[in-house]
């Protein structure tokens, strides 16, 4: 059990580098894409809110210029 409990620290851990593994990587793949996803989103939602700022004048004036009829 400790021994599982590590493997699955050391994969969130090093979820950009998993080494090869092949007995596992059946479910640290996986687990590595859920632990990678959630600061991805984070990192795009800032940036694409940055773009919109300068590109834009900023929210409201983005959602004024794609504004439905």
Request: charge should be negative.
């Amino acid at each position: 059990m400790e021994q599982s409990l590590a493997t699955v620290v050391g994969t969130l851990l090093s979820a950009a580098w998993l080494g090869p593994d092949e007995k596992n990587l059946y479910w640290m793949v996986p687990v590595a894409v859920l632990a990678l996803m959630v600061p991805t989103f984070f990192a795009s939602v800032w940036i694409e809110a940055f773009i919109v700022e300068k590109m834009a004048g900023g929210i409201e004036e983005a959602q004024r210029i794609f504004e439905l009829p």
